[in-house]
């Protein structure tokens, strides 16, 4: 085939609105793109005038499916904004329920939204008929992941126990027990998920590019650490703008950014790429099983890697409730907070990637200016130019398998384009 | 949020579960909102007892697990119902079509279910090809003016907050009659 054109509108299975236009004239590339149709700067507009203690339950609202990592990346910019440390415990729970969140997101990513595509259905939903025991499975995971955010966090999604300096809440011992024996028995669930991706066939397809995430000394990074690229550039957390290099480009309301290269990723594969050492020992038999090994150029094992991120939240859960419970669980009272005028930035590798959040604080502790910098927006230049290279690669074949792999490649990304209205649609029979 | 919210939610955790209050949507996002908010607003009502109230937010898919333990469920969320702007009525899934992702225009591959849109409709549609067994549930739907990016509900929604508070308690007042009704009819029946 030497002419080609593919316009999908609103890619679907992705977080938001997005399009594929492929437009080839004999074999020559015309355009290439993937445009984003709605990722408003709306930011800015719901924090500035509000009150300190304010904005993590604010911006956990931006998304469903990462509102415990926006409400710690912005727990922490107030945090150091404010001069506030919050205590070990405080630090250890924090980590525990952000790995619910990992867990809860990939399960949807890897098992509602990708899955679909290498088992032939079109959804999950005659995925249940089809292959009943995974989507039984994936359902089991999520419940165990949004029982253990609901468990800190005290409710399965925007966490309202949260606090600047602490939490308002904790959980007991008997229930950070039952928990553990939960995520001990999620261990079979882990290895069939394995066993699962390591069987589905991952586009063969590669190309160079630089992958951006946090890094720690002593621990695979979420919270905190440094930002590091596999290009071998460190920035401490406050410099994030010399990583992100945002930029406007006319077909898309997404900033594009870029760094050492044209474009950079980040995400799952980025930290699996740059931490690999770090992951948990069985974390690392697992992406040895998905076929994943450091440094991976392949853009589809994104997903993969998801699956090894899940497998170490699980055993590092099991670690850190081990690690409360020999150190018995103090209530907590978030400090009182002296408010002084400063300006913080806190960053988290969120399911889909680093994520900064930026804010300037007047003397009553209230927003005077804030910047958000998410993942999806990081990884739009990169995965455009993935596409451009990967078309000319599958340009012969048909076209319903070109606009397919597209889309997969789309969703390999796992972009969050905006978190949407859910309302429902209603028709009266 | 409220405090009286929050601590009512975490409540609700280890009450007794015969009927749950779930608002659903994003407060960000307009009237999308309407259904937190509508849950802050029952928070600081007195409740019958038995009844909890739970504001899901985007929870999505995790509706399931959120419903999951309930002898019934009434649930609050935007509804694009062609009304006038903050109309509300109340159904059942049984008395509607609830258009999921996969009634929306196909992008041509035929992969339309989208977590993007996965609210009520998709956890239901999931809830039956999994064939598992769901409280029994009454909808609140209200016309919203506007989803875009924004916080605060428009004026016409707004306006509808009393009324639709008070369908919502006596909607939950009333299963909880029928449900003593039907509990002394049994006890006499037994009885006998």
């Known amino acids: 085939m030497t002419t080609l054109k593919i316009d999908v509108h609103h890619v679907t299975r992705v977080e938001g609105h997005g399009n594929i236009v492929v437009d080839t004239r004999n074999g020559e590339i015309k355009e290439c793109r993937f445009e984003v149709v709605e990722a408003p700067r709306f930011f800015e507009a719901f924090?500035?005038?509000r009150p300190y203690y304010e904005l993590s339950h604010i911006t956990s609202r931006i998304c469903g499916i990462c509102s415990v990592g926006h409400a710690t990346a912005s727990l922490r910019a107030t945090e150091k904004a404010l001069g506030v440390e919050p205590p070990e415990q405080t630090v250890l729970l924090r980590k525990l329920l952000f790995h619910g969140e990992i867990i809860d997101s990939h399960v949807l990513h890897t098992y509602y939204l990708v899955a679909p595509d290498f088992l032939g259905v079109g959804s999950v939903i005659p995925l249940a008929a089809t292959h009943r025991e995974v989507v039984e499975r994936a359902l089991r995971v999520k419940k165990l992941s949004g029982d253990l955010c609901a468990m800190i966090g005290g409710r399965h999604t925007h966490p309202v126990a949260m606090a600047v300096g602490g939490f308002t809440h904790t959980p007991t011992e008997g229930e950070l027990r039952e928990m553990q024996a939960r995520l001990v028995d999620a261990r079979a669930d882990m290895d069939e998920t394995v066993a699962l991706f390591a069987t589905l066939p991952w586009p063969d397809f590669e190309r160079e590019t630089e992958y951006v995430s946090l890094k720690k000394d002593d621990e695979y990074a979420f919270i905190d650490g440094t930002v590091v690229t596999s290009d071998g550039f460190s920035y401490p957390i406050e410099d994030y703008r010399k990583v992100t290099n945002e930029e406007c480009v006319p077909f898309s309301t997404a900033k594009w950014t870029h760094h050492n290269r044209e474009s950079y990723m980040v995400g799952a594969l980025a930290r699996v790429n740059n931490n690999f050492d770090q992951l948990h020992p069985r974390a690392q038999e697992a992406a040895g099983k998905l076929g994943l090994k450091p440094i991976c150029y392949n853009p589809f094992l994104n997903s993969a890697a998801q699956v090894v991120e899940m497998v170490h939240c699980v055993e590092d859960?099991?670690?850190?409730?081990?690690?409360l419970l020999t150190r018995g669980i103090q209530p907590e009272q978030p400090p009182k907070i002296e408010v002084e005028a400063g300006e913080g930035i806190g960053s988290c590798d969120v399911p889909r990637g680093i994520l900064f959040h930026n804010y300037v604080y007047d003397e009553d502790g209230i927003c005077v200016k804030a910047n958000c910098i998410i993942p999806t927006n990081q990884n739009?230049?990169?995965?455009n130019h993935d596409m451009q290279a990967l078309v000319p690669q599958i340009m012969d074949k048909p076209q319903d398998e070109i606009r397919l792999t597209l889309e997969m490649l789309v969703r390999a990304y796992d972009p969050c384009i905006s978190c949407s209205a859910h309302f429902l649609t209603v028709e009266f029979v | 949020m409220s405090e009286s919210a929050s601590r009512r939610m975490s409540e609700s955790a280890i009450s007794d579960k015969r009927l749950a209050i779930i608002g659903l949507g994003n407060p960000l996002r307009g009237d999308d909102g309407v259904g937190c908010r509508m849950i802050e607003e029952l928070a600081r009502r007195e409740l019958p007892p038995g009844v909890q109230v739970l504001d899901?937010?985007?929870?999505?898919?995790?509706l399931l697990n959120l419903m999951e333990g309930w002898e019934r469920v009434v649930i609050v969320d935007a509804a694009e119902m062609g009304?006038?702007?903050?109309?509300?009525v109340r159904f059942t899934p049984a008395d509607v079509r609830l258009a999921s992702a996969s009634d929306r225009p196909s992008t041509g591959s035929g992969h339309r279910f989208?977590?993007?849109?996965?609210?009520?409709?998709?956890a239901l549609a999931l809830a039956d090809a999994l064939d598992q067994p769901l409280p029994e549930m009454v909808i609140f739907g209200v016309q919203p003016a506007g989803v875009g990016w924004g916080e605060g509900l428009s004026p016409a929604v707004e306006a509808a907050l009393p009324a639709l508070a008070d369908a919502v308690l006596a909607s939950a007042v009333c299963s909880r009659r029928r449900e003593e009704i039907i509990g002394e009819n049994y006890a006499q029946d037994s009885g006998d």
């Open chain 1, 47 to 49: 924090v500035r005038g």
């Open chain 1, 317 to 323: 859960s099991i670690r850190i409730s081990d690690e």
């Open chain 1, 380 to 383: 739009m230049a990169n995965l």
């Open chain 2, 56 to 62: 899901g937010g985007a929870v999505g898919l995790g």
């Open chain 2, 83 to 88: 009304r006038r702007s903050g109309e509300f």
């Open chain 2, 114 to 122: 989208s977590l993007h849109h996965a609210g009520l409709s998709e």
